[in-house]
């Protein structure tokens, strides 16, 4: 047993049970906060994959960006003051047997499949490839992406706008 | 415990988008909802990185995995700001009694 399998074990443990936590918690904070355990695991899996960008890009857009804009919507959502805080859950039971069927097919056939793999190669920095490759290869979908951000946060700003003037 | 390879990236994505269609299902709270969604594509990103680093393909599949990561951004950004008018509207954002998006 390798340092590397270790280190993949612990992640992915850690992963795994900030997920339950997540999924399974009656408190909608400490769900959040579980959060940030799930998307720094899912971090580190993605730098032991080889892919050192990606894995920042996870933290500074999840933890940085996504996790905030979900504690931000809790907070001015949930009323603080009052007690009841509706968070209960719907149809429990039947989605545990549902879900827990789906997972075992996955699993199964992620297990099964004779995947054609190659020897993995870590290349000491992918910063100068991807670049590359999104530049040169990719730079239709480069521009897209950046009109889809654009647009996609005028239309939230524009949403969520308190307009009290036009009334 | 065998040497990790391809099969221990896929199960580990394979619990993980279970767990984000769990939450989806039972969750009544529009923000829980929401969380899922966010576990359901970090497990699709794992499964992208990891053919491309296992399968020799080069860098397409971090590329896509970058396209997820913003689309998921922009897709937090919206989702909340529609959560917040559904708050204004209802006094709570239960997504099983919300049936307009304005009075």
Redesign the interface.
């Known amino acids: 047993?390798?340092l590397?399998?270790i280190i993949?074990?612990l992640v992915?443990l850690m992963?795994?049970v900030s997920?339950?936590i997540?999924?399974g918690s009656k408190n909608?904070v400490r769900?959040?906060y579980s959060?940030l355990f799930?998307?720094l695991g899912?971090a580190g899996?993605?730098i032991l994959?080889?892919?050192d960008?990606?894995g920042v890009?996870?933290l500074m857009?999840?933890v940085g960006?996504?996790l905030i804009?979900?504690l931000?919507?809790?907070m001015?959502?949930n009323k603080v003051y009052s007690v009841d805080i509706?968070?209960?859950?719907?149809?429990?039971i039947p989605?545990?047997v549902?879900?827990?069927i789906?997972?075992a097919f996955?699993?199964f056939v992620?297990?099964e499949t004779n995947?054609?793999?190659?020897?993995?190669?870590f290349p000491n920095t992918?910063v100068f490839?991807?670049g590359k490759?999104?530049l040169v290869h990719?730079s239709i979908?480069f521009e897209i992406?950046a009109i889809?951000?654009l647009i996609?946060?005028i239309?939230?700003?524009t949403?969520?706008r308190n307009d009290n003037k036009e009334r | 415990?065998a040497?990790?390879?391809?099969?221990?990236?896929?199960?580990?994505s394979?619990?993980?988008?279970?767990?984000?269609?769990?939450?989806i299902?039972?969750?009544?709270?529009a923000?829980?909802v929401?969380?899922?969604i966010?576990?359901v594509l970090?497990s699709a990103?794992?499964n992208f990185?990891?053919f491309?680093?296992?399968?020799?393909y080069?860098?397409?599949g971090?590329?896509v995995?970058?396209?997820v990561?913003?689309?998921?951004?922009?897709?937090?950004?919206?989702a909340?700001?529609?959560?917040?008018?559904l708050?204004k509207t209802y006094s709570?954002?239960?997504v099983?009694e919300v049936n307009k998006l304005k009075e």
């Open positions: 047993m390798e590397y399998d993949f074990y992915a992963v795994v997920a339950a997540v999924v909608i769900a959040a959060l799930t998307f899912v899996i993605y994959l080889g892919a960008f990606i890009t996870q857009v999840y960006g996504i804009l979900l931000f919507g809790i001015l959502t509706r968070r209960e859950n719907a149809y429990i989605s545990i549902i879900v827990g789906f997972a996955l699993i992620m297990t995947w054609v793999t190659a020897d993995p190669t992918t490839e991807l490759t999104l990719y979908i992406l889809v951000l996609a946060l239309g939230a700003a949403l969520a | 415990m040497h990790v390879g391809l099969t221990h990236f896929l199960i580990l394979a619990i993980l988008f279970s767990l984000g269609i769990y939450a299902v039972v969750r009544k709270n923000i829980m929401m969380m899922g966010e576990l970090n990103n794992i990185i990891a491309s680093h296992f399968g020799n080069g860098i397409s971090q590329i995995s970058l396209v990561i913003i689309l998921a951004a922009a897709e937090a950004a919206v909340l700001a529609i959560v917040l008018n708050f709570h954002i239960n099983d």
